[in-house]
């Protein structure tokens, strides 16, 4: 997981075309987008990260704040 493509992928793309772009990993297609990582599973946990994103921003919370409350989210289940 690499924090700066799911930061792009969050303020480049609506949550609509996030979603649009999971189901189209999902059903073994190619997205209409680029997304980062290594592979599917790494575009897929990418696309996730930032769907979780624009969620808490659709919610109220500041692009920056929603950001670092999924970095948090992260090292939280790390550790």
């Known amino acids: 997981m690499k924090l700066p493509i799911i930061r792009q992928l969050a303020e480049q793309h609506s ?8 189901n189209a990993i999902l059903e073994e ?4 987008f680029e997304v980062g ?3 599917e599973g790494e575009q897929l946990t990418h696309l996730l990260g930032a769907i ?10 500041e692009f920056k704040e929603a950001f670092r409350a999924f970095a948090q989210r992260v090292r939280d289940s790390i550790s």
Not at 29 to 32: G, I, N, S, W, Y
Not at 52 to 61: F, L, S, V, Y
């Open 15 to 22: 949550l609509d075309e996030l979603h649009l772009a999971e």
């Open 29 to 32: 297609e190619k997205p209409a």
């Open 37 to 39: 990582g290594d592979d």
């Open 52 to 61: 979780w994103i624009r969620e808490q921003m659709a919610g109220g919370m």
